[in-house]
């Protein structure tokens, strides 16, 4: 039978039992809390998940609503660019419209430019011919009027020449016609250079005036345009017709200056004029300068006055001829002619006239006379023997004692005279010396006058130059015996080779 437990056993069961169904009650609420612990963890992880879920699906609903309105936006970004390039297009188009609308207006501007321009071009080019072929005739018919349009009353001039005469002599004198000429009213370049002289002894008024080269006459007859090439072209003159103007030109001009000569300078000065007229020009043949003399006359006042000079149908060419002037047949070309006198009148200084033939006794010793009353005796005998003749200043005269001017219009010329009183034989020097300044002044002739007498070679070298003539102290006697009625001596100290005793008494 069992044994019966005590009830300390019974007890420690009872507490074993109550430990044991505490332990149990705390296990069971362990694990009820264990329980609600998971479970409260599972909510909790469930929660997590559910609003991770939620979340995420807010995630996604955002991220949805945002890609949504990004595209959206994208898409209306897209529009408006998509609207802003289609205006930009346009706007672009319409430029460019307008810009090859302008290009074209302005292309059109530019050739209505151009047509303007070209028939701008083309009427001047016409105006131009019209007014070039108009320039050439006023031209032409300046220089063809040159007779019809003279100065006037010229009585200032001529007072104030007569003035200057007084006053200063016969270099103020042609100064003041040079003056005149000088400001004549003549077209421009038809009188170049201007240089008087005056001989009161003879009256006469030289002139060597300046003629204008052939280059004055336009060699242009007129100025035609050409539409079809679009240019001027010039007609050129005949040569014929230009040669034909110029020759009336210079004779025209020749005699414009011999009408101012007479009208500056009053009758009882003047009673003839010598012009000689020059043109400064080149040599072809050699390039050096040359001054050829187209025209050379002298005018007397009387005949000259008789002249018409502003007719029209007046002939300048002819009216030379009738007074007898020596003309260029050939004056275009330079061709020279021998004028009536050849003078330098920058060379020249003349002095007035002494009367040594009215002061000698009967038989004047040549040899002893003084040298300045010597010369003057030369020069009263020369114009005795029918030659203008002034003698000239020793200081200026370049071994020139006296200037003599022949009119002979074919044998006529400058004249260089030297007056030798020598006791001996003229040195061949002085002969070789008056052929070098008749030379240098141009002269047409030179003549050697001495009291003495000359050697052969001398002789020899006149004959070959041609234009030197030598008058030895025998032919002095006789001209001054024939032309002056003087009966002089010759007080050498030996009657010379070949001579006669009676030749020197």
């Not at 609503?65 to 959206?72: D, H, M, T």
């Not at 005056?198 to 035609?224: C, F, H, M, T």
């Not at 000698?360 to 040298?371: A, E």
Request: aromatic share 4%; glycine share 6%.
């Amino acid at each position: 039978m069992a044994r019966r437990k005590s009830v300390a056993q019974q007890l420690l069961d009872a507490y074993q039992a109550k430990q044991k169904a505490k332990a149990a009650q705390l296990k069971k609420e362990q694990a009820e809390r264990d329980r609600l612990a998971r479970k409260a963890e599972q909510d909790r992880q469930r929660l997590e998940r559910q609003a991770a879920v939620r979340m995420t699906k807010e995630r996604s609903r955002l991220l949805a609503a945002g890609e949504r309105e990004l595209v959206k936006q994208q898409t209306a970004q897209e529009r408006e660019a998509a609207r802003v390039e289609r205006e930009l297009a346009k706007r672009l188009a319409e430029r460019e419209r307008a810009v090859k609308t302008q290009a074209r207006e302005q292309e059109k501007a530019e050739r209505e430019i151009v047509r303007l321009r070209q028939a701008a071009d083309v009427e001047l080019l016409r105006e131009s011919a019209v007014r070039c072929t108009e320039e050439v005739r006023e031209r032409v018919e300046e220089l063809e009027s040159i007779l019809l349009s003279r100065p006037g009353d010229l009585g200032a001039y001529r007072r104030r020449a007569e003035s200057r005469l007084a006053e200063g002599g016969s270099e103020a004198f042609a100064a003041a016609v040079e003056d005149l000429l000088v400001r004549s009213p003549l077209p421009e370049g038809c009188r170049p250079s201007v240089r008087a002289a005056y001989a009161p002894e003879a009256k006469q008024l030289l002139l060597d005036v300046g003629l204008p080269a052939q280059g004055i006459i336009p060699e242009a007859a007129e100025y035609r345009f050409v539409a079809q090439r679009k240019e001027v072209v010039v007609q050129s003159r005949k040569e014929a017709d230009v040669k034909d103007l110029y020759r009336r030109l210079v004779a025209r001009l020749a005699l414009h200056a011999i009408e101012e000569g007479f009208a500056v300078t009053g009758a009882g000065l003047v009673d003839s004029v010598l012009f000689n007229g020059r043109v400064d020009t080149k040599d072809r043949a050699t390039g050096r300068a040359i001054r050829p003399c187209l025209v050379s006359v002298v005018a007397e006042r009387e005949t000259f006055a008789e002249l018409v000079l502003d007719e029209p149908e007046l002939d300048p060419a002819r009216c030379l001829h009738h007074l007898n002037a020596i003309v260029s047949q050939h004056p275009f070309d330079m061709e020279a002619v021998a004028p009536v006198a050849v003078f330098d009148l920058t060379k020249y200084q003349f002095i007035a006239e002494v009367d040594v033939v009215s002061g000698l006794d009967s038989r004047p010793d040549l040899v002893q006379m003084d040298p300045f009353a010597f010369e003057h005796l030369v020069w009263q005998l020369f114009e005795a023997i029918g030659l203008e003749a002034w003698t000239t200043q020793a200081s200026r005269d370049d071994g020139v004692d006296a200037v003599a001017v022949n009119r002979d219009p074919l044998t006529g010329g400058l004249c260089i005279i030297q007056a030798k009183r020598l006791k001996g034989t003229v040195p061949t020097d002085a002969v070789r010396a008056l052929a070098g300044v008749m030379h240098d002044k141009a002269a047409a002739k030179g003549i050697l006058v001495t009291t003495a007498w000359f050697g052969k070679s001398s002789v020899d070298f006149a004959h070959r130059t041609g234009r030197l003539q030598l008058i030895d102290g025998r032919g002095l006697k006789a001209l001054l015996r024939e032309h002056l009625g003087i009966d002089a001596l010759l007080g050498l100290p030996k009657v010379p080779p070949g001579w006669r005793p009676e030749d020197v008494r």
